[in-house]
């Protein structure tokens, strides 16, 4: 550490002392000078030596304000997003009964609209309560339907609610027909390894006929509960073939039951199996579109089978040919050897005791 200096202090005092003054002096006759002056040398100050400084302002200034802006925009957002959650489900609510109404208006009074509500108990999966009766003229049996297809049928029914099982249910079976009226089979459930994978299997189809993938699967009437023509679903992919008897098709269901909330009964006349609701859910168009493909698949199977029935007839024509062929190129002495000893018996053949043909006397 240095010692410590009386002189060098009291000089250090002068200078800064000095230097104040200096200062003061120029602030003061800054002050006194004219205002055009006093503009000229900020605005070169500003421009020259606090050009940097300034700039840094600037971008401070900017960053703050965006930030600001940020804030803002993600409060707008977040508010957006958890009004669009909490309106999703009622739009897709809304949707459903708009389509369930519009159903219930092209189909008239037959069908009563109910609500279905999901037990949520171990066991009853395949099962809801919906909360008609026999008060709303619905019996053991009718048909369950939503705008997208048919959903299950009633099980047991009281004066103001009713149960009713799904197309998941064990016990579930429906006759089926393709949309064009030309092939028939039995839909039946087959259990997934959890319940999204259940499905839907279209058996009986005769093993002769490939169905495309994609062709509506409507109810045919055939039994005692469902009517004609209720969508059930659409060919998925070829699911078992047994040969020379029959084919399988998996379906993807028309229905989700786990995501139906509300529901149509068929009631009355209008639900027994006699009735027809094909034009409910499709329209003339599409079921003459259904029958122009299954002529196009008839056209193909038959041109298939005369491809082939052209070749067999040529393959036999060949082997005919060939036989003939060889039947010419084999001597002619074949025909006379003997099948035992494959040796030309000769003209003694006929004299067992190997004698010569006796004289005949003229």
């Given at each position: 550490m240095p010692p410590f200096d009386p002189e060098l202090t009291e000089r250090e005092g002068?200078?800064?002392?000095?230097?104040a003054g200096l200062v003061v002096a120029?602030?003061?006759a800054l002050v006194l000078l004219p205002v055009q002056v006093q503009q000229w040398m900020s605005s070169s100050l500003r421009s020259t030596v606090l050009a940097p400084f300034v700039l840094t302002q600037d971008v401070l200034q900017q960053a703050r304000a965006r930030t600001l802006e940020l804030d803002e925009i993600q409060a707008r957002l977040d508010s957006t997003t958890v009004l669009l959650a909490v309106q999703a489900p009622l739009r897709e609510e809304n949707l459903r009964l708009r389509s369930l109404l519009d159903l219930a208006e092209r189909a008239g009074p037959s069908f009563v609209p109910a609500e279905a509500i999901r037990p949520g108990t171990r066991g009853s999966e395949s099962m809801f309560l919906l909360d008609v009766g026999t008060r709303d003229g619905v019996s053991r049996d009718d048909p369950v339907i939503s705008d997208r297809g048919l959903v299950g049928s009633i099980r047991e029914v009281g004066p103001t609610t009713s149960q009713a099982m799904d197309w998941t249910h064990p016990d579930f079976q429906v006759?089926?027909?393709?949309?064009?009226?030309e092939n028939f089979g039995l839909v039946e459930p087959r259990r997934g390894s959890f319940?999204?994978?259940?499905?839907?299997l279209l058996n009986g189809i005769p093993f002769h006929t490939a169905l495309p993938e994609g062709m509506?699967?409507?109810t045919s009437g055939l039994g005692v509960a469902y009517p004609r023509g209720i969508r059930i679903g659409r060919i998925l992919s070829l699911a078992e073939a047994e040969a020379g008897w029959r084919r399988g098709y998996w379906l993807e269901p028309a229905v989700q039951p786990g995501q139906v909330t509300h529901v149509l009964v068929l009631t009355g006349e209008s639900?027994?199996?006699?009735?027809?609701?094909?034009?409910?859910?499709?329209?003339?168009?599409e079921v003459l579109r259904a029958r122009q493909d299954t002529l196009r698949i008839l056209e193909a199977e038959a041109d298939s089978a005369t491809v082939l029935r052209n070749r067999a007839d040529s393959l036999f024509m060949e082997v005919e040919r060939l036989r003939s062929a060889a039947d010419a190129l084999l001597p002619d002495t074949l025909d006379v050897l003997d099948p035992n000893t494959g040796v030309d018996p000769g003209p003694d053949a006929g004299n067992d005791d190997g004698d010569p043909d006796p004289q005949v006397e003229p």
């Amino acid at each position: 550490m240095p010692p410590f200096d009386p002189e060098l202090t009291e000089r250090e005092g002068r200078r800064e002392l000095l230097l104040a003054g200096l200062v003061v002096a120029a602030a003061v006759a800054l002050v006194l000078l004219p205002v055009q002056v006093q503009q000229w040398m900020s605005s070169s100050l500003r421009s020259t030596v606090l050009a940097p400084f300034v700039l840094t302002q600037d971008v401070l200034q900017q960053a703050r304000a965006r930030t600001l802006e940020l804030d803002e925009i993600q409060a707008r957002l977040d508010s957006t997003t958890v009004l669009l959650a909490v309106q999703a489900p009622l739009r897709e609510e809304n949707l459903r009964l708009r389509s369930l109404l519009d159903l219930a208006e092209r189909a008239g009074p037959s069908f009563v609209p109910a609500e279905a509500i999901r037990p949520g108990t171990r066991g009853s999966e395949s099962m809801f309560l919906l909360d008609v009766g026999t008060r709303d003229g619905v019996s053991r049996d009718d048909p369950v339907i939503s705008d997208r297809g048919l959903v299950g049928s009633i099980r047991e029914v009281g004066p103001t609610t009713s149960q009713a099982m799904d197309w998941t249910h064990p016990d579930f079976q429906v006759g089926a027909m393709t949309l064009d009226g030309e092939n028939f089979g039995l839909v039946e459930p087959r259990r997934g390894s959890f319940r999204e994978e259940d499905r839907l299997l279209l058996n009986g189809i005769p093993f002769h006929t490939a169905l495309p993938e994609g062709m509506e699967v409507v109810t045919s009437g055939l039994g005692v509960a469902y009517p004609r023509g209720i969508r059930i679903g659409r060919i998925l992919s070829l699911a078992e073939a047994e040969a020379g008897w029959r084919r399988g098709y998996w379906l993807e269901p028309a229905v989700q039951p786990g995501q139906v909330t509300h529901v149509l009964v068929l009631t009355g006349e209008s639900g027994r199996p006699e009735s027809d609701w094909t034009y409910l859910w499709a329209s003339e168009l599409e079921v003459l579109r259904a029958r122009q493909d299954t002529l196009r698949i008839l056209e193909a199977e038959a041109d298939s089978a005369t491809v082939l029935r052209n070749r067999a007839d040529s393959l036999f024509m060949e082997v005919e040919r060939l036989r003939s062929a060889a039947d010419a190129l084999l001597p002619d002495t074949l025909d006379v050897l003997d099948p035992n000893t494959g040796v030309d018996p000769g003209p003694d053949a006929g004299n067992d005791d190997g004698d010569p043909d006796p004289q005949v006397e003229p």
